[in-house]
């Protein structure tokens, strides 16, 4: 049987969510405001994926992982983190990995891939 794949905010290059199955894969989410430091750009991110969540009726207490992209791991580790560690839910922390990765505009300081159960 074929599980149906619906797809949102989609262009010629990618959708913004896709939805298989009970689980929603949003695509990478970065900052508008590029200008900012870590701690503003991850906040940014962080909302940006609520907002998407909400909109196919999911949250983050339903993530399932969540891919971390740094552009300086060394000095924006701990910036990310406290901004994470604050909005995450208490016992509700996805599986996670953080990595180092040149990104696609050099003032884009974090970029993140999360999943969630719907």
């Known amino acids: 049987m074929t599980q149906l794949i619906t797809r949102h905010e989609t262009n010629a290059r990618m959708s913004r969510i ?19 430091d870590i701690k503003a750009q991850t906040q940014e ?30 000095a924006d580790f701990q910036g990310m983190n406290d901004v994470w560690d604050a909005w995450v839910a208490d016992g509700e922390s996805p599986a996670r990995a953080t990595c180092q990765a040149h990104l696609a505009a050099s003032d884009i300081l974090v970029e993140i891939i999360a999943t969630a159960a719907l």
Request: net charge positive; proline share 0%.
């Open 18 to 36: 896709v939805l298989h199955n009970g689980v929603a894969y949003l695509a990478g989410v970065v900052a508008a405001n590029r200008a900012a």
């Open 45 to 74: 991110v962080l909302s940006r994926i609520d907002a998407l969540l909400e909109q196919v009726g999911s949250h983050k207490k339903k993530l399932l992982t969540a891919q971390i992209w740094l552009k300086d791991i060394t």
